[in-house]
């Protein structure tokens, strides 16, 4: 019986062995920052769809050391990592323990990552970097010829795919999806450069030739059904979106009796995939794209007929019917909110004007996607009779990283701090905001325009502010 001894300890121990390689890795997000503001570090989904939204809140040390172990209930896809000024974005996966090192007034030159699987993130950090380069240089890429324009964008998209391919390590799933993404993300550059060039084009049209309709023919027709990099691809799903709301604007322009929106939910309701076809639903129901009543009765019903995956029909009836201000009714007022210097200001002080507002926050990407567009609109407005006015819905705590915000952001316009109460501020209840941004027009009597106006990002403001302007020029 002796002899069997080693042998069974052989035996345990090779089971032993097998069940650790087996055994899930906890997922473990650690590393410091020199120079942190903030006191807490926030890792929130990015790009995934509805159900699976998710947030976890990381304690830095006055050392500026962070760790947390996150909960098993996460899914593979791209995260948000931000300390209130700057944003990061990784990959993860179940089992990767990244470890991040920068200094936060200055990430993009200081930052470094450690530990496993970090192969993949290396690619998005690059990739982020490269980002922001081409961004400060938008304005001289903008200014191209439209061939021009595309050659620079092709150049960006080689190198972009030379780099992903000459990496190793990075799962195939990973690399597959990515390739077809840098596609996308090279047509939407030219879809953009187009829609800006010939917005101005129509403004100075003996100066400046509208880009070709057949500028990027790859977006006449492509698929849209693709799941996997629907959930990978923010390009992707946007350029999705785009195109069935341009086809929708289409069908409507040429049969008067047909609406808009009943002919894009009929569009989303065809959608074969249940994650794209929910996420779109959504997306059209949501108090800051449409502003539901009773009268939309037979709306309400084709949304409830197809839409199956996040509310059952009251919660999404209660959502839809929320409160709504018309058009020609006096807007609520406030009086008590603060403007970078610490000065209160009244709606009332605005009377006169028209005013575009915007209710935003600074954990808010959405809200912070807009801020561009919506600096570009305060610049080609300067001097009409327009306020642009931003009202941060930011808790107490996070007066200070809204103050920091605008002035790092340098945002333009009225900024304005609703005393903290966030949602709950009597100004957001008596509009019934119940996500942002949402963006509002008040006339300069004071009245409701729109209660759910146009966003910076969509072309109908423009058109809607310029209309305004010219009845009462």
């Not at 970097?129 to 998209?157: M, T, V, W, Y």
């Not at 409160?323 to 007022?333: N, V, W």
């Not at 807009?370 to 007066?399: T, W």
């Not at 809204?402 to 957001?428: H, P």
Request: negative net charge; charged residues 30%.
């Amino acid at each position: 019986m002796c002899r069997l001894a080693p042998l069974f300890i052989v035996l345990v121990l090779v089971f032993s062995c097998n069940n650790t390689e087996k055994a899930i890795q906890p997922t473990i997000i650690s590393g410091n920052i020199q120079n942190a503001k903030a006191d807490t570090l926030i890792l929130y989904s990015d790009n995934l769809v509805l159900d699976n939204k998710f947030r976890v809140d990381i304690p830095i040390s006055k050392e500026g050391n962070f760790t947390d172990t996150l909960p098993n209930n996460f899914n593979e896809g791209f995260y948000l990592f931000t300390d209130g000024k700057n944003y990061l974005r990784l990959y993860l996966k179940e089992g990767d323990q990244p470890y991040l090192t920068y200094n936060a007034e200055n990430w993009v030159e200081s930052i470094k990552l450690e530990g496993n699987s970090i192969t993949t993130n290396e690619y998005v950090l690059l990739k982020q970097q490269l980002d922001n380069e081409r961004r400060s240089k938008r304005d001289s890429l903008n200014s191209l010829s439209p061939e021009a324009f595309k050659s620079a964008s092709l150049e960006l998209l080689d190198k972009s795919k030379s780099r992903l391919n000459k990496l190793e390590g990075i799962p195939a799933s990973f690399k597959e999806l990515e390739l077809l993404n840098l596609n996308y993300e090279h047509w939407g550059r030219l879809s953009y450069f187009a829609m800006g060039r010939n917005y101005e084009a129509e403004k100075y049209p003996d100066s400046i030739a509208k880009v070709s309709e057949n500028y990027v023919p790859e977006l006449t027709s492509f698929d849209m059904t693709n799941e996997d990099l629907f959930r990978f691809s923010k390009t992707y799903k946007g350029l999705v979106y785009n195109k069935l709301e341009d086809d929708a604007r289409e069908q409507a322009e040429k049969d008067s009796l047909k609406d808009k929106k009943i002919i894009l939910l009929e569009a989303v309701g065809a959608i074969p995939s249940e994650v794209i076809r929910s996420e779109f639903f959504f997306r059209a129901s949501v108090p800051e794209t449409y502003q539901f009543n009773e009268e939309n009765d037979l709306l309400y019903q084709r949304l409830v007929d197809a839409y199956t995956a996040r509310y059952n029909a009251p919660e999404l009836k209660d959502r839809l019917y929320g409160k709504s201000l018309e058009s020609g009714t006096e807007s609520p007022k406030f009086d008590q909110f603060e403007d970078i210097n610490g000065d209160l200001m009244q709606l009332e002080d605005l009377k006169g004007k028209y005013v575009y507002m915007d209710l935003w926050a600074t954990w808010c990407v959405p809200c912070r996607v807009e801020i561009p567009f919506l600096r570009k609109m305060e610049q080609d407005y300067h001097g009409q009779n327009v306020a642009f006015v931003s009202v941060s819905l930011d808790q107490e705590k996070d007066k200070e990283k809204w103050k920091n915000v605008v002035k790092d952001s340098e945002l333009s316009g009225i900024q304005l701090y609703a005393a903290g109460k966030a949602f709950e501020s009597e100004f957001a209840k008596a509009y019934g905001v119940k996500s942002i941004p949402r963006f509002i027009l008040i006339g300069p009597d004071g009245e409701v325009i729109d209660s759910n106006a146009p966003r910076p990002s969509d072309r109908n403001l423009r058109e809607l502010l310029d209309s305004l302007l010219q009845e009462n020029s």
